[in-house]
């Protein structure tokens, strides 16, 4: 340890070096992290973040509410099966609105107060509780969806107060408003005045205590027909685009600890070449063979930790002064995630390195211009 420890202090340029270049690349899987997970919760937040367990869409939507529609006996038919605690109408749909003096589309989320599907993660103000009042996401907070504020509907001209801010509570990427069942009812009656009658986009439910979700889920699938149940896990992952952005995201990720474990492994491995002659007298005069190892390795660790702490210091300064409009946060999981593998991913990467170490003969130094090989 103390031989790690004097090389780098002998070497500080190199070393520092190296960490910077590990850091450079923590910080780009961070930061492409965090803006993943910030999308993500753009397109899903309000499913992730609502309070049903469980989400029944019609069988006919492909997992995606903006296409589902069920009929309002769905309701009570889910309601009376066995493991459902509670079970209401959920609607959803994307309206036109004037919000801030300007026109946008918003998406409104129908829930019935005091039952599932309100939303969870409020931070400011109260949820619903009377028609015509809602619940906003709070990136949205500037443009005209702060607390306090008034969204009118284009179609029909009805107003809605804002009574309540929910964090991370986006759908498609899009203002979100959680409002009244009735609310969401009314406003479909006046963008589409023919219609007879308004359905519910999905059913809300929350299993019976004792009863877990998958078990609600399967029990609805099996006695309902016309429908999918999902899970509140499953409708986020399965949501449309989601899986798809996760891929691609993690290919980059992928690719992004890849070069890591390359950068570590040519370095280690050149650095241990370089110095074959300093190691074989080390060997010669009874330094063991294990212990040129272990001070190999706590180079590696020492390296990668700064590293990981260079990286994940970019990456908090970059959202802190970037705007961050997609509300992108570094998650300590996953800085130590991320720093846990990229350690483990290089002291494989220095396999090359310590076997050079290993395979050292002591006996070359007694060959003139042997060690020099």
Same mark, same amino acid.
């Given at each position: 340890?103390?031989?790690?420890?004097?090389?780098?202090?002998?070497?500080?340029?190199?070393?520092?070096?190296?960490?910077?270049?590990?850091?450079?690349?923590?910080?780009? /899987?961070?930061?492409?992290?965090? &803006?993943?997970?910030?999308?993500?919760?753009?397109?899903?937040?309000?499913?992730?973040?609502?309070?049903?367990?469980?989400?029944?869409?019609?069988?006919?939507?492909?997992?995606?509410?903006?296409?589902?529609?069920?009929?309002?006996?769905?309701? *009570?038919?889910?309601?009376?099966?066995?493991?459902?605690?509670?079970?209401?109408?959920? $609607?959803?749909?994307?309206?036109?609105?004037?919000?801030?003096?300007?026109?946008?589309?918003?998406?409104?989320?129908?829930?019935?107060?005091?039952?599932?599907?309100?939303?969870?993660?409020?931070?400011?103000?109260?949820?619903?509780?009377?028609?015509?009042?809602?619940?906003?996401?709070?990136?949205?907070?500037?443009?005209?969806?702060?607390?306090?504020?008034?969204? #009118?509907? /284009?179609?029909?001209?009805?107003?809605?107060?804002?009574?309540?801010?929910?964090?991370?509570?986006?759908?498609?990427?899009?203002?979100?408003?959680?409002?009244?069942?009735?609310?969401?009812?009314?406003?479909?009656?006046?963008?589409?005045?023919?219609?007879?009658?308004?359905?519910? !986009?999905?059913?809300?439910?929350?299993?019976?205590?004792?009863?877990?979700?998958?078990?609600?889920?399967?029990?609805?699938?099996?006695?309902?027909?016309?429908?999918?149940?999902?899970?509140?896990?499953?409708?986020?992952?399965?949501?449309?685009?989601?899986? !798809?952005?996760?891929?691609?995201?993690?290919?980059?990720?992928?690719?992004?600890?890849?070069?890591?474990?390359?950068?570590?492994?040519?370095?280690?491995?050149?650095?241990?070449?370089?110095?074959?002659?300093?190691?074989? &007298?080390?060997?010669?005069? $009874?330094?063991?063979? *294990?212990?040129?190892?272990?001070?190999?390795?706590?180079? /590696?660790?020492?390296?990668?930790?700064? *590293?990981?702490?260079?990286?994940?210091?970019?990456?908090? &300064?970059?959202?802190?002064?970037?705007?961050?409009?997609?509300?992108?946060?570094?998650?300590?999981?996953?800085?130590?995630?991320?720093?846990?593998?990229?350690?483990?991913? !290089? /002291?494989?990467?220095?396999?090359?390195?310590? #076997?050079?170490?290993?395979?050292?003969?002591?006996?070359?130094?007694?060959?003139? *211009?042997?060690?020099?090989?």
């Amino acid at each position: 340890m103390f031989l790690g420890l004097r090389e780098i202090r002998r070497a500080q340029v190199r070393f520092a070096l190296l960490a910077g270049a590990v850091g450079l690349l923590v910080f780009l /899987v961070l930061f492409v992290q965090a &803006l993943t997970g910030a999308l993500i919760r753009q397109f899903i937040g309000a499913i992730d973040n609502q309070s049903a367990a469980v989400l029944v869409y019609s069988d006919q939507a492909r997992r995606n509410l903006e296409g589902s529609i069920v009929p309002e006996s769905t309701v *009570g038919t889910v309601a009376a099966l066995p493991g459902v605690g509670a079970a209401a109408p959920l $609607g959803e749909g994307t309206f036109t609105v004037t919000a801030g003096e300007q026109l946008r589309d918003a998406v409104l989320f129908g829930f019935v107060p005091g039952e599932p599907g309100a939303p969870t993660t409020v931070v400011a103000g109260r949820l619903p509780t009377a028609d015509f009042e809602a619940t906003a996401s709070e990136g949205d907070a500037g443009d005209g969806f702060g607390l306090g504020d008034t969204v #009118r509907l /284009v179609r029909g001209g009805r107003e809605i107060r804002i009574v309540g801010i929910a964090r991370d509570t986006n759908y498609s990427v899009s203002p979100t408003l959680f409002t009244t069942f009735d609310t969401f009812v009314q406003a479909r009656r006046d963008a589409n005045p023919d219609a007879v009658t308004i359905s519910p !986009s999905a059913v809300a439910v929350q299993p019976a205590p004792g009863t877990s979700a998958e078990t609600v889920r399967d029990t609805i699938n099996a006695n309902v027909d016309g429908v999918e149940a999902l899970t509140r896990a499953q409708a986020v992952a399965e949501a449309p685009g989601v899986a !798809s952005v996760s891929q691609s995201i993690g290919t980059v990720v992928f690719l992004c600890l890849f070069v890591v474990v390359v950068v570590a492994g040519l370095f280690f491995l050149i650095l241990t070449v370089q110095k074959a002659q300093a190691l074989t &007298l080390l060997r010669a005069i $009874g330094v063991r063979s *294990g212990t040129l190892v272990r001070a190999l390795l706590v180079q /590696v660790v020492l390296v990668v930790v700064a *590293g990981v702490a260079i990286g994940s210091a970019l990456t908090a &300064l970059t959202l802190s002064v970037s705007g961050n409009n997609l509300g992108a946060r570094l998650s300590v999981t996953e800085v130590v995630t991320n720093g846990a593998l990229v350690l483990v991913l !290089s /002291v494989l990467a220095s396999v090359g390195a310590t #076997r050079r170490v290993l395979r050292i003969d002591p006996v070359q130094a007694t060959i003139p *211009g042997a060690i020099a090989t």
